[in-house]
């Protein structure tokens, strides 16, 4: 059974903080991990999709960085504001897992207060 | 630009019944997926649908069926409902044939209810 993991559950954050999560999937015939993020009542965004390990991507105040060769990927979010508060999702890709199908986490819930 | 749109919003069946979902893809895509999100879990991966072919399928029973029409729009059936098929149904488009780095883009999908 392929399992990624994402921590913590939930965060709860006041305006203006940085914080970052994490997301461990299998390192073994890893091929991409995407990022998304998913507010209430909305669809799932695309934010990032990362292949080669220390590669580092970033997108407005939200970055990420990879390393495939321990199997984990951070997801930072510099000066948080109220509307970055949703569930951040970490889908993985590998060779056992075929190109088509995304593995998702259960996601990291955030709530950011003003 | 039309994203990712999913039919009807919200549905209640009962134990026994069926149910269809449809999906309509972002434009300009030609392959669909359909994932499963159970309360408190990921998004669970059904099948993906390629050229009105089921490319790759999850660890879903075969009451989980699907097609893909020419235009690219895609159902989702469910046969003889259980209660543990309460969840959020996503579909999620894509354009390609299936590498590692193509973005699949969701809809905001059809919550279904099974009584």
């Known amino acids: 059974i392929l399992n990624v993991e994402q921590s913590p559950q939930s965060l709860h954050v006041q305006e203006g903080d940085s914080t970052n999560f994490t997301c461990s999937f299998p390192s073994s015939n890893f091929y991409a991990l995407h990022w998304y993020r998913w507010e209430t009542a909305k669809s799932p965004e695309a934010l990032f999709v990362m292949t080669l390990n220390g590669d580092e991507k970033k997108k407005g105040r939200i970055s990420a960085t990879l390393n495939t060769k321990e199997g984990y990927s951070y997801l930072y979010i510099k000066g948080s504001q109220p509307e970055d508060s949703a569930t951040y999702l970490c889908a993985f890709k590998g060779a056992n897992t075929g190109f088509q199908k995304l593995v998702f986490g259960t996601g990291t819930r955030l709530l950011v207060s003003p | 630009d039309a994203g990712v749109t999913q039919s009807p919003t919200h549905l209640i069946k009962t134990r026994g019944q069926q149910v269809t979902l449809r999906c309509s893809p972002k434009?300009?895509?030609?392959?669909v997926s359909w994932y499963q999100q159970a309360l408190g879990q990921g998004p669970q991966f059904i099948f993906q649908?390629?050229?009105?072919?089921e490319r790759q399928r999850g660890n879903f029973p075969d009451r989980f069926s699907g097609h893909q029409f020419p235009n690219y729009s895609s159902e989702l059936n469910v046969n003889a409902l259980l209660l543990g098929d309460s969840a959020l149904y996503l579909c999620?488009?894509?354009w390609g044939t299936g590498g590692a780095t193509d973005t699949q883009y969701f809809g905001p999908g059809t919550r279904l209810t099974v009584l």
């Open positions: 999620a488009s894509s």
């Open positions: 434009s300009g895509h030609d392959t």
């Open positions: 649908y390629y050229e009105e072919e």
